[in-house]
Nanobody, 127 residues
Framework: QVQLVESGGGLVQAGGSLRLSCAAS????????MGWFRQTPGKEREFVAA????????DYADSVKGRFTISRDNAKSTVYLQMNSLKAEDTAVYYC????????????????????WGQGTQVTVSS
């Protein structure tokens, strides 16, 4: 089992920045890849960003490219999401997820590609 705990959410004005953290414990952190998703009431959970095990490969949703940066520190078993130039439409609950079984190529942007999920952290951007 893997436990994922997100932190760093909060209230920020449009144009501001937040840095989310996701600390993993339990099973070894040397999984295949990690991801961030977000969800607003009444909508499906959507892909935000993903990072490979080595950290050398990343992928982003078009809506956050150029504004968000995903990174990881394997020594600390932690993955981060730096969010800059935040917009009101970025308001959501952000979830961290870990993948151990699926392929980066086929599954990194899909909810079903991930085996473990955190409890989520609320990000609210005021306009």
């Amino acid at each position: 089992q893997v436990q994922l705990v997100e932190s760093g959410g909060g209230l920020v004005q449009a144009g501001g920045s937040l840095r989310l953290s996701c600390a993993a414990s339990g099973r070894t952190f040397s999984g295949k890849y990690m991801g961030w998703f977000r969800q607003t009431p009444g909508k499906e959970r959507e892909f935000v960003a993903a990072i490979s095990w080595s950290g050398g490969t990343t992928d982003y949703a078009d809506s956050v490219k150029g504004r968000f940066t995903i990174s990881r520190d394997n020594a600390k078993s932690t993955v981060y999401l730096q969010m800059n130039s935040l917009k009101a439409e970025d308001t959501a609950v952000y979830y961290c997820a870990a993948a151990y079984r699926t392929s980066w190529i086929s599954s990194r942007t899909l909810k079903r590609g991930y085996d473990y999920w955190g409890q989520g952290t609320q990000v609210t951007v005021s306009s």
